[in-house]
Nanobody
Framework: QVQLVESGGGLVQAGGSLRLSCAAS????????MGWFRQAPGKEREFVAG????????NYADSVKGRFTISRDNAKKTVYLQMNSLKPEDTAVYYC??????????????????WGQGTQVTVSS
């Protein structure tokens, strides 16, 4: 059993930055592949970034490469998403997710076993 809680969302102007956090409780955090997804109104949930159990390997959607950075601190049982150079197109609810089954980063939301409640990110122009 795992609980995930996101925080750090808010309103920011285009070109600004935010850092999202996802705090985990329950099972050993280091055994999970972690991912960030986002969902805008009227759109399907899409992959943003993922990170391996050790933190040594990451994967990003093309739309955020060079702007976003995913990281994790297993001692603190927390995963982060640093978002720089934000664009209005980044506006969405952002979710963190944990994959306990696979030892790889999946871009499919179906691969993930646990989800947080989401945090709203709004980027104004």
């Amino acid at each position: 059993q795992v609980q995930l809680v996101e925080s750090g969302g808010g309103l920011v102007q285009a070109g600004g930055s935010l850092r999202l956090s996802c705090a985990a409780s329950g099972r050993t955090f280091s055994t999970y592949v972690m991912g960030w997804f986002r969902q805008a109104p009227g759109k399907e949930r899409e992959f943003v970034a993922g990170i391996m159990r050790s933190g040594g390997s990451t994967n990003y959607a093309d739309s955020v490469k060079g702007r976003f950075t995913i990281s994790r601190d297993n001692a603190k049982k927390t995963v982060y998403l640093q978002m720089n150079s934000l664009k209005p197109e980044d506006t969405a609810v952002y979710y963190c997710a944990a994959d306990f089954t696979r030892a790889m980063i999946s871009r499919s939301p179906r691969a993930y076993d646990y989800w947080g409640q989401g945090t709203q990110v709004t980027v104004s122009s």
